[in-house]
């Protein structure tokens, strides 16, 4: 029987340059707003949100990199709501879910600008960390089952370890109240977009049409028995 040459899936081409480029975008303007803090900025005691403060952790005046941080956090999210457009524009109501997910990232992009330092706004800071946290989570998790149906077998499982390590660990050290658990801010958030860039990469390269030819074949060795 003849079967199909695999096209590469260009939905997935598109979602994987989004969130590579999300992530290079975010690591670039994070390093420059690091360059500018208060005092020395250690990963493993800063959060990421302390480059948004008005003060440093330890008290010292913080005056420049609020202004590259919101930067930071202004474009992520108008680059996140101008795909969520590109979504619904071309893909229609099949990613409907898709698109609701990256308006919340976005708008809790928009919401981490808050200085956390501040009691006026600390929480609609933690607000827009949550938003992006759970929208990103949920968006792996859609991706990996997809690439699951399509075929893939251990890389399945170690992406949905990558993935709920770091999301568990970041709220499992805040459960505790670990003495340095806003490091893992920034570790989570990383570890959530890697495997975003990931698996949509590995989506890219495994054919839809894959997929949809296994269904055919099934479905005619059923009828044919």
Not at 75 to 101: H, M, N, P, Q, W
Not at 119 to 143: D, E, K, Q, R
Not at 191 to 202: E, F, H, R
């Amino acid at each position: 029987m003849y079967m199909p040459s695999p096209i590469p899936d260009r939905r997935g081409f598109r979602d994987h340059r989004f969130y590579l480029v999300l992530l290079l975008f975010n690591l670039v303007m994070a390093k420059i707003a690091m360059r500018f803090y208060g005092e020395q900025f250690v990963l493993l005691q800063h959060a990421i949100s302390d480059l948004g403060s008005t003060v440093t952790r330890n008290g010292y005046p913080n005056p420049r990199s609020p202004y590259f941080f919101c930067a930071q956090m202004v474009v992520s999210g108008i680059i996140t709501f101008r795909y969520a457009k590109l979504l619904a524009e071309r893909e229609g109501d099949r990613r409907a879910l898709r698109v609701r997910l990256l308006r919340i990232c976005g708008t809790g992009f928009f919401f981490m600008t808050a200085p956390h330092n501040l009691p006026v706004t600390h929480y609609v800071h933690m607000v827009g960390g949550g938003f992006i946290f759970f929208s990103l989570w949920v968006l792996t998790m859609i991706y990996l089952t997809e690439a699951r149906r399509r075929g893939m077998g251990i890389g399945y499982w170690v992406g949905m370890t990558v993935l709920q390590a770091a999301v568990l660990s970041y709220a499992f050290l805040f459960a505790i109240n670990y003495e340095r658990k806003q490091a893992a801010q920034g570790f989570g958030l990383l570890g959530l977009i890697l495997a975003l860039v990931w698996v949509t990469q590995v989506l890219a390269h495994v054919p839809a049409e894959a997929l949809d030819y296994a269904e055919e074949e099934s479905g005619d060795s059923a009828t044919s028995t």
